[in-house]
């Protein structure tokens, strides 16, 4: 495999906001030994020991790992939720370090959308309601946010469900919507949490495959944790995480062992 150094980063623009454009082969996600600890006060817990590696714009991602490998606090630093410790994250050409919680927040709002356990549908909403707060909240007008909303709903083919609160769901449809809900701003970057963790094989897999389906159509890149072997399978890489480490990023690198070399792509 030819290796590439990795690209210079661009400078942060003077309001601070959105990057310029990347040149289509630089990575959309690079982390560059990148450490977390918690610390509760009483035990200091190594979440991330160093990880680097790097996403290519429009991949489909999975990464597995034990529970407590670090999953969760990687998708979590990635996306800029939780600051990091020591290493750099570059999304987008841009160290999201150098960037306020404005600019990351706006930068959230428009090219991200989340599939998070914790981030789940508000039951006193609608489905159409639900999917599209984003984007009232980031201040779309009422008629275009409905008229999105009601678009995402089409996509995950629950349109017909718009009305019905997330009680009067199954599993499977819930989870669509959240998915609709993750789509509606059309985010070029797309995190999933254990995605298909409460449903059933046959309802995982329609999940996966309508993710399989946005990935190749609109060219966005997934990355999603997974416990499920099968889920895994039907990512074109699998990132392998293991007490804080990534022992295998889908591409012969291993950091730890080969940091030096899984610096690059
Ligand atoms: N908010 C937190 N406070 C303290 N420890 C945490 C916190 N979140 C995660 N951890 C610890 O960090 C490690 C990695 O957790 P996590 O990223 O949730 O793993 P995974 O998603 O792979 O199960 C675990 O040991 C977990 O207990
Ligand atoms: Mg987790």
Request: glycine fraction near 8%.
């Amino acid at each position: 495999m030819e290796h590439t150094a990795l690209a210079p980063m661009a400078a942060p623009r003077a309001d601070g906001l959105h990057p310029p454009a990347a040149a289509p082969n630089m990575p959309i996600i690079q982390a560059l030994d990148v450490v977390k600890t918690y610390d509760t006060g009483k035990v200091r817990v190594p979440a991330l020991r160093g990880v680097s590696f790097a996403v290519g714009r429009g991949e489909m991602v999975a990464v597995m790992g034990p529970s407590g490998s670090g999953k969760t606090t990687l998708l979590n630093c990635l996306a800029g939720l939780e600051s990091v410790d020591a290493g750099r994250i570059i999304v987008d050409g841009t160290d999201i370090a150098t960037m306020s919680d404005r600019a990351k927040t706006d930068y959230r709002a428009r090219n991200m959308g989340f599939v998070f356990q914790f981030y789940n549908l508000l039951p006193v909403l609608s489905a159409v309601e639900n999917v599209e707060l984003p984007l009232v909240v980031s201040g779309v007008k009422p008629k275009e946010a409905r008229e999105r909303a009601l678009r995402a709903l089409e996509t995950v083919r629950l349109k017909e469900w718009q009305t019905q609160k997330p009680a009067e769901l199954s599993g499977g449809q819930r989870q669509r919507v959240t998915i609709a809900r993750a789509l509606v701003n059309d985010p070029a970057i797309v995190w999933a949490d254990e995605p298909t963790g409460d449903l059933d094989s046959e309802t995982a897999d329609e999940i996966i495959g309508l993710m399989q389906d946005l990935n190749r159509r609109r060219q966005q890149t997934f990355i999603l944790v997974t416990h499920d072997a099968g889920v895994g399978a039907r990512c074109r890489r699998t990132i392998r995480m293991r007490d804080g480490l990534i022992v295998d990023d889908g591409l012969g690198n291993v950091d730890g062992v080969r940091r030096s070399e899984s610096l690059k792509v």
